[in-house]
C-alpha cells in the first residue's frame, strides 16, 4: 500500500518524475554501455591474440601491423620479401608461423592467402565442404557467407586492394570449396586462400609491374621455380614437405606454377616455444632484417591504455549525470515537501507511523532509482546494439547487446540505489520528524 | 466514551490553557465553542492524542492516552478516533475511494473498499469516487474526510471549524451528516467550533 501511494505520488508531478528518470536512465545507460564495451571489446581483442606471439611484417607502425594482420582492420604496413620471412619461420624459437599475403578483396572482405594453420589457430572447423588447396580455391567465414549468401561450389571475382571498388581481377575465379564455422573471431569475415594465389592472381593482373617481373612469363620457368623451391627447403624442413606436397600436385594438375623467388607477403603469425623470441625478437629483426617483429599482446595493451582516456572520462561524465539526478531527486522531494506536509501530518492523524512516512519518503526516490535504472540498462544495450551494427561493419567486431555482466551491473544498481536513498535522506527525515499538531494548527 | 479530568497545556512560556473537563458518551454530540485564542483547537488536538498536555487525564473508552507510547499511539489514533479538519487534506495523488480505503488500511491493515464506498454513498458522493479531491468543491471535500474520519468506526469523532468554510447549505448538510454518522456508528461526537449556526444545531455545548 505504501509503495502503491509512492508510486501514485510519483507519477502525480509527471515532469519531476520524467526529469529524474531521464537523467538516471542517462547516466545507468552510459556506465552500462562503458561496462558491456569494456568487458566485450578487450574479450574479442584478445581472443584474437590467444596464440599469437610475435607478428613478423614491414616496417611501420608497430599498431598499424598488428591490426592489419591480426585484426584485419588497418592497412598493411607494406610487404615483406618471402624468402627473407622464411628464415625467420624456420628458427628453432617458433612453434608456428602463419604467412599472410593481402591483396584483394570480394565487396570488401579480404581474401587473405595464408595457410590452413590460421583456420586451425582460430578454432575455425569447416561447416561445409573442404579446406582451401589448390590455387584459387577459399574458404569463406562464415559471417560473409550468411551475409552474402555464398555457398560451396560458387565462384567469384576478386578487386585489388582493400576496397570494394578496386579494379576486378577478371582472369582468375576463386572457387568456393568451404565455410568455416563461426568463431566469433576475425576469421569470420574473411576469405581464405593459400598464398600462392594471391601471388598468381597478380603476376596475372599486374604484368609489367615491378613485383610481377619475373612472373610475367612464369610458365617459361616452371623448371626455375622448382629450384626456388629447393632453395627455399634448404631454410627447414616443415616449409619443405608442404611445399613439395603443393608443388607435385600442382603439376599433376597442370595449373599454373609459381615461382616463390622475389614473392612477397604481408605479415607472418608467430609463435613461439618458449619465451625467449618475445625479449630477443623485436631487437634482432629489426637489427638484421628490413622487417619489423611487434607484440600484439604489448600494442594492444597500448591501444587501450589510449583508449582509456577517453573511456574514463566518459565514466567521469555518467557519474556526474548520476550526482545530477541525485540532486534533482532530492530537490524534486524536498519541494513538494513544503505542500506534503499536510498529507504527511493526515497520514499520521490517520494511523500512520513516523517510520511509514519515512519509508513512503524513501520508496518514492527508490521507485524513481529503480525505473531509472531498468530503463538504463535497456536503453545501454540498445546503444551497443546499433555501436555494434556500425562496427561490424566497419571494424569486424561485433557486440552482444544480450550480455549480462552480472557484478558490475550489480554495483551500479546497488550505486543507483545508494544514490537513491541519499537523496531521500533530508526529506524523509524531515517526513519522519514532522510535528502534526503544529502543521495542522497553523494551516 | 470521552472524558477529560483537569487539563492544562502551555506554548512555551507564554499563554497558560486551563481546560475545563468535558465528557461525551457514544452517540452523543457535544460542542465546545470559544472565541479565537482560547485554545479550541489545542484542546481539539490533545482529545485527539495529537498533543500531550502538561497534565490531566484524557481517557477514551476507558485508555488513558497519557499512558500510550508514541508508536501506540498513532496505532490508537487511527483506529479510535477520527478526525474532520477545518480544511480537508487529501493524499492528492490518491482518488477520493483510495483516501477514505487508506485510513482503514493505515488503521487496522485492512482495505475496506467496500465499506467505504457504502459510507461515501450516505454522504452523497457516489458520483464522484474515482475522481482526484482536488477535482471536488470545498463542500464535498468536507463530506469525504468525514467518510475518512468514519471509515473505521472510531470511539470518537473530533471535528475542527468543520463548517466554517461552507456557504449555509452546505454547513447545516455537513453538521446533520456528522451527527446523523457519528450516532449510526456509535461515536462520541466533539466538535470545536465559532460558527454560530451550529450553536443552533448542538444543543450540548461547552464554552472555554
Same mark, same amino acid.
Given at each position: 500500500?505504501?509503495?502503491?501511494i509512492?508510486w ?9 518524475t520524467a526529469l ?21 571489446f ?7 591474440? +590467444? ?9 611501420g607502425?608497430?599498431?598499424?601491423l ?9 592497412a598493411?604496413?607494406g ?8 628464415t ?8 608456428s ?6 591483396g ?6 579480404r ?5 590452413p594453420?590460421?583456420?586451425t589457430?582460430y578454432?575455425?572447423a569447416?561447416n561445409?565442404?573442404?579446406?582451401? !588447396? ?7 567465414g ?22 570494394? &571498388? $578496386?579494379?576486378?581481377? %577478371?582472369?582468375?575465379a576463386y572457387?568456393?570449396? $568451404?565455410?568455416a564455422a ?8 574473411l ?10 592472381m597478380?603476376?596475372?593482373g &599486374? %604484368?609489367g ?6 612472373g610475367g ?5 616452371e623448371?626455375?621455380n622448382?629450384?626456388?623451391?629447393a ?7 616443415e616449409?619443405?614437405?608442404h611445399?613439395?606436397h ?5 603439376h ?6 609459381i615461382?616463390e ?7 607472418v ?8 623470441g618475445?625479449i630477443t ?9 628490413k622487417m ?5 599482446a604489448? %600494442?594492444?595493451n597500448?591501444l ?6 577517453g573511456?574514463?572520462?566518459l ?13 534533482s ?7 513538494t ?5 499536510? &498529507?504527511f ?8 507511523s513516523?517510520l511509514?512516512l519515512?519509508l513512503l519518503?524513501?520508496?518514492e526516490?527508490?521507485?524513481l532509482?529503480?525505473t ?5 540498462t535497456?536503453?545501454?544495450r540498445?546503444a551497443?546494439s546499433?555501436i ?8 569486424k ?9 552480472w557484478e ?7 550505486l543507483?540505489?545508494?544514490? $537513491? ?5 533530508i526529506?524523509a527525515?524531515?517526513a519522519?520528524s514532522?510535528?502534526?499538531s ?5 494551516a | ?6 487539563i492544562?497545556f502551555?506554548y ?5 490553557f486551563?481546560?475545563? !473537563? ?5 452517540g452523543?454530540?457535544?460542542l465546545i465553542t ?14 485527539? $492524542?495529537?498533543l500531550?498536555?502538561?497534565s ?5 473508552d476507558g485508555?488513558?492516552?497519557?499512558s ?18 477545518q480544511q ?5 495523488s490518491l482518488n477520493v475511494?483510495?483516501?477514505?480505503v487508506l485510513?482503514?488500511?493505515l488503521?487496522?491493515g485492512?482495505q ?5 464506498k ?8 457516489t458520483?464522484?469516487?474515482?475522481k ?5 468543491s470545498?463542500?464535498q471535500q468536507?463530506?469525504?474526510?468525514i467518510?475518512r ?12 471549524e468543520?463548517t466554517s468554510s461552507l456557504? +449555509?447549505?452546505?454547513a447545516?448538510?455537513?453538521a ?15 466538535i470545536v467550533?465559532? !460558527? ?7 444543543p ?5
Open positions: 500500500m505504501i509503495t502503491k509512492a501514485k505520488n510519483i507519477w502525480f508531478k509527471p515532469l519531476n529524474s528518470i531521464i537523467l538516471l536512465t542517462a547516466s545507468v545507460a552510459i556506465i552500462t554501455l562503458l561496462i558491456l564495451l569494456d568487458e566485450q578487450e574479450k574479442k581483442f584478445n581472443s584474437n591474440i +590467444d596464440g599469437i606471439d610475435m607478428v613478423l611484417g614491414a616496417q607502425s608497430p599498431l598499424q598488428i591490426l592489419s594482420s591480426v585484426y584485419q582492420v588497418d598493411p604496413t610487404n615483406i620479401d618471402y624468402a627473407e620471412a622464411k625467420w619461420m624456420h628458427s628453432p624459437m617458433v612453434k608461423a602463419i604467412p599472410l599475403a593481402f584483394d578483396n570480394y565487396l570488401g572482405y581474401i587473405v592467402g595464408t595457410t594453420e590460421y583456420l589457430k578454432g575455425a569447416l561445409e565442404g573442404k579446406v582451401f !588447396d589448390k590455387n584459387f580455391e577459399v574458404v569463406v562464415s559471417a560473409i557467407a550468411q551475409k552474402l549468401g555464398v555457398k560451396v561450389g560458387d565462384k567469384f571475382f576478386g578487386s585489388h586492394g582493400d576496397a570494394a &571498388e $578496386g579494379e576486378l581481377h %577478371e582472369d582468375h572457387h568456393v570449396t $568451404g565455410i563461426p568463431t566469433g573471431k576475425v576469421v569470420d569475415n576469405i581464405l586462400c593459400n598464398v600462392p594465389s594471391v601471388w598468381a597478380h603476376d596475372h &599486374e %604484368e609491374h615491378g613485383e610481377s617481373a619475373e612469363d612464369y610458365h617459361e620457368h623448371g626455375h622448382h629450384e626456388a623451391v632453395n627455399g627447403e634448404a631454410h627447414g624442413h616449409g619443405h614437405d611445399d613439395a603443393a608443388e607435385s600436385e600442382e599433376h594438375d597442370h595449373e599454373e606454377v615461382s623467388e622475389g614473392k612477397e607477403i604481408t605479415a603469425l608467430i609463435q613461439f616455444r618458449g619465451k625467449m618475445f625478437w623485436p631487437r634482432l629483426v629489426a637489427q638484421n632484417t619489423q617483429a611487434a607484440s600484439p604489448r %600494442e594492444i597500448r587501450f591504455t589510449l583508449f582509456g582516456i573511456l574514463d572520462a565514466q567521469y561524465l555518467a557519474y556526474g549525470i548520476m550526482l545530477i539526478s541525485g540532486i531527486i532530492f530537490i524534486a522531494l524536498y519541494n515537501l513544503k505542500e506534503r506536509k499536510y &498529507e501530518a493526515l497520514l499520521r492523524v490517520n494511523g500512520a513516523r511509514q519515512l519518503v524513501l520508496i526516490s527508490l521507485l532509482c529503480i531509472g535504472f531498468v530503463f538504463g535497456i536503453v545501454g540498445v551497443l546499433l555494434s551494427g556500425s562496427s561490424e561493419s566497419e571494424f567486431i561485433s557486440f552482444n547487446p544480450l550480455e549480462f555482466v558490475k551491473e550489480g554495483y551500479l544498481l546497488g543507483t540505489i545508494f544514490v $537513491g536513498i541519499l537523496a531521500a535522506v526529506p527525515v524531515k519522519y514532522l510535528n502534526i503544529k502543521t495542522l494548527a497553523n | 466514551m470521552i472524558s477529560t479530568q483537569n492544562r502551555a512555551g512560556k507564554g499563554a497558560q486551563n481546560f475545563p !473537563d468535558i465528557t461525551a458518551q457514544a452523543q454530540s457535544l470559544g472565541g479565537s485564542g482560547r485554545g479550541k483547537t489545542t484542546l481539539l488536538h490533545i482529545l485527539g $492524542g495529537l500531550r498536555p502538561q490531566g487525564q484524557v481517557l477514551i485508555t488513558d492516552l497519557a500510550l507510547s508514541e508508536n501506540k499511539l498513532d496505532r490508537f489514533r487511527g483506529s479510535n478516533i477520527g478526525l474532520v479538519l480537508a487534506y487529501f493524499v492528492s475511494l483510495e483516501n477514505v485510513a482503514s488500511w488503521a487496522t485492512k475496506a473498499t467496500d465499506k467505504a457504502q459510507l461515501l454513498q450516505e454522504l452523497d458522493l458520483d464522484h469516487l474515482h482526484l479531491p482536488s477535482q471536488l470545498i463542500g468536507q463530506r469525504v474526510s467518510a474520519a468514519l471509515i473505521n468506526q472510531p470511539k470518537l469523532l473530533l471535528a475542527d468543520p456557504d +449555509d447549505e452546505n447545516f448538510r455537513v446533520d451528516m456528522l451527527s446523523h454518522l457519528a450516532k449510526q456508528y456509535g461515536s462520541a461526537l466533539v467550533t465559532h !460558527d454560530q449556526r451550529l450553536k443552533d444545531r448542538f450540548n455545548q461547552t464554552s472555554l
